[in-house]
Structure formats: structure tokens, C-alpha cells
């Protein structure tokens, strides 16, 4: 009989250690998952990270990035602006003309 592992809220779940070392299993290993019939399979497979690294992004995400770049920035001045317009609710005793002479 296998052991029970409960699934975090995250949904990681942890291999014991036991079965990672029968398997063979280090740390960063990657492994694809198939489901057939209600069951999950967990397989080792090699990965050529140089490979992985030269594939293609999706296209459009780098210009998503840069509208959403765009478009925090633009919230971030406007922002600004309102409380820069927008005198203080109360002057501090340090900021009243005088204090400091």
C-alpha cells in the first residue's frame, strides 16, 4: 500500500523522502505528470535547459508586459499628482513656518 500525501493550498505536494531516494529523485528534478483513468503518473524526464531557454515566448507577451509597464506607470503619476494637489490633512508642528528658527 502506497502512503497518503495531502495536497497544500498552494497544490504542491510532498514526495517522501523514502520513495525520492528509491526513485532516485533529486532536488530539481523535472517530471511529467499524465492522468489516465483517474490516476496520476509521475515520470522522470531529462530536460536541456539550454533548449527550453531558446524557446519562443508567446506571442504578444513581451508587449503585454510593456502596456502593463505602461499602464502602472501612468497610475503611479496620476497618483502622485492628486496628492501632491491635495494639501495635508494636518500640518505637522516641524512644517509651520517658524518652527525651526
Known sequence: MGER??????GHLKIPDKMRE???????AYLECVIQDGVLTLSEVDVD???EALKKPDE???DEIMKRQAEEK?????LFDKKIQEPPEEVR?????GFWD
Open 5 to 10: 500525501l495531502r495536497v497544500s493550498p498552494e
Open 22 to 28: 528509491k526513485l532516485g529523485w533529486k532536488t530539481g
Open 49 to 51: 535547459l539550454f533548449e
Open 60 to 62: 504578444g507577451s513581451f
Open 74 to 78: 501612468e497610475k503611479a503619476f496620476d
Open 93 to 97: 508642528p516641524e512644517d509651520k513656518p
